[in-house]
Each structure stands twice: as C-alpha cells, then as structure tokens.
C-alpha cells in the first residue's frame, strides 16, 4: 500500500509546468487580472517584480511589472498586495512606457 501512494506521489512530479509568463502589455481585459501574489526577484536583467495573477480562464500566470516599480514599491506595499484583493491591468501605452494599473 505505500508503494502505490509513493508512486502515485512520484508520479504528480514527473510533469512540471511552470505558469505562463505574459507581457503587461497584453493584460488589458477591463476587468483586469486579480493578484495572487507579488515578490522581489533576480532575473537576467537585474532585479524585478513578478506578479502572480489569474487569468480569465482560471489559469495562474506570471508577469513582470516594468523596472520603474523596482525602487519605487516598498517592502511594506508589496506584503499588503499580498494580503488580495487587488487587481493588475495594461491601461494603456506612452510611448515605450506601458502604463501599469493595480487597484
């Protein structure tokens, strides 16, 4: 019997998915995106902020909020976006700039 809950456990980590990954540019549903979780991370182009989100099909994603929310979001504002209830959506563009909502 343990033999089959262990192969039944090894068998759920044989595939990993990891979420998708989606420009901020590309959410712009109206409703906008709900946040499941913010973080401070190290990527191949220095220090970000990823965003866990929902997608309106269910699925989680992740996104990256551009590099002008890196020194800009406190500590203290990230851990209360990870409280919930708050939203993430594309408003629009300037220029190159893609301008970023969360409410």
């Known amino acids: 019997m343990e033999n089959k ?3 039944e456990q090894l068998s759920a980590l044989e595939v990993h998915s990891e979420p ?7 959410l712009t549903a109206p409703e906008g995106y709900p946040i499941l ?3 401070r991370v ?6 970000a902020i990823a965003v866990d989100i929902v997608m ?3 699925e ?11 020194n800009k979001l406190t ?10 209830g708050f939203r993430l959506r594309c408003s629009g563009m300037t ?8 409410y």
């Open 75 to 84: 500590d203290l504002q990230i851990e209360q976006l990870n409280k919930g």
């Open 5 to 7: 809950q262990l192969l």
């Open 42 to 47: 190290s990527s191949r182009f220095g220090a």
């Open 20 to 26: 998708e990954k989606v420009s901020c540019r590309d």
């Open 56 to 58: 309106p099909g269910g």
């Open 95 to 102: 220029g190159r700039s893609i301008n970023v909502k969360i």
């Open 37 to 39: 979780s913010v973080k």
């Open 60 to 70: 989680t994603a992740v996104t990256f909020l551009p590099h002008r929310f890196v």
